[in-house]
């Protein structure tokens, strides 16, 4: 049943199609379908590539190894929706990826959608020390980015280091830094972001 539903997607010859496709192939629920989803990524249709995000979320951990195995350096647009789909899972196994992509992805829709995912990994699942030096490895990222010269970077980054804000002991560094930035960053929007961070 599933191999008929992956063989629609390959089929599917007009962006309709393909939506539909994905949409039943989604609702199969099944693991088989989980290179097909990371592949629908790469097909230029955003609405299909919304639903493959989703379906994969859903499948959440399961679906990690091959997300970090299959990011695609060429297809920026394709890597944006790996990005956004293991932030939502919020797996700690990226945290690597989920850096690099923060601090270093040429695309800045690829570099937002990881600075808001380092913030809300699911740190409680790590074993000590991996538990204790991870959120930090997060945190230095996300101080590095909080500086960059994008204003979107930053605000991704402040909304970042408001979810990180839940490690109890990265606080003290997290509300000096958006202190730092409430005082200095030129952008309205940010200030407003940083104010809103910093009252929750």
């Given at each position: 049943?599933?191999?008929?539903?992956?063989?629609?997607?390959a089929?599917?010859?007009?962006?309709?199609?393909?939506?539909?496709?994905?949409?039943?192939?989604?609702?199969?629920?099944n693991?088989?379908?989980?290179?097909?989803?990371?592949?629908?990524?790469?097909?230029?249709?955003?609405?299909?590539?919304?639903?493959?995000?989703?379906?994969?979320?859903?499948?959440?951990?399961?679906?990690?190894?091959?997300?970090?195995?299959?990011?695609?350096?060429y297809?920026?647009?394709?890597?944006?929706?790996?990005?956004?789909?293991?932030?939502a899972?919020?797996?700690?196994?990226?945290?690597?990826?989920?850096i690099?992509?923060?601090?270093?992805?040429?695309?800045?829709?690829?570099?937002?959608?990881?600075?808001?995912?380092?913030?809300?990994?699911?740190?409680?699942?790590?074993?000590?020390?991996?538990?204790?030096?991870?959120?930090?490895?997060?945190?230095?990222?996300?101080?590095?980015?909080?500086?960059?010269?994008?204003?979107?970077?930053?605000?991704?980054?402040?909304?970042?280091?408001?979810?990180?804000?839940?490690?109890?002991?990265?606080?003290?560094?997290?509300?000096?830094?958006?202190?730092?930035?409430?005082a200095?960053?030129?952008?309205?929007?940010?200030?407003?972001?940083?104010?809103?961070?910093s009252?929750?």
């Open positions: 049943m599933t191999d008929e539903l992956i063989r629609a997607v089929l599917a010859d007009t962006p309709a199609k393909m939506v539909t496709a994905v949409q039943n192939l989604a609702a199969a629920k693991v088989a379908a989980i290179p097909t989803l990371i592949a629908v990524f790469g097909y230029n249709n955003p609405a299909a590539a919304t639903l493959a995000v989703d379906a994969l979320t859903e499948l959440g951990e399961i679906a990690v190894p091959q997300l970090l195995t299959q990011i695609d350096d297809n920026y647009g394709a890597r944006a929706y790996s990005i956004r789909t293991l932030a899972i919020a797996d700690p196994r990226a945290l690597d990826v989920l690099t992509a923060a601090a270093t992805d040429f695309a800045p829709s690829v570099r937002r959608a990881a600075a808001k995912g380092l913030g809300n990994l699911h740190w409680h699942q790590l074993k000590f020390p991996d538990s204790h030096t991870a959120p930090k490895k997060a945190l230095e990222t996300l101080l590095l980015i909080s500086q960059d010269s994008e204003w979107s970077i930053r605000y991704a980054a402040v909304v970042g280091l408001q979810a990180l804000a839940n490690v109890p002991d990265l606080q003290e560094p997290i509300q000096t830094r958006l202190k730092q930035m409430l200095t960053d030129v952008e309205k929007s940010i200030r407003a972001r940083v104010q809103l961070a009252n929750q």
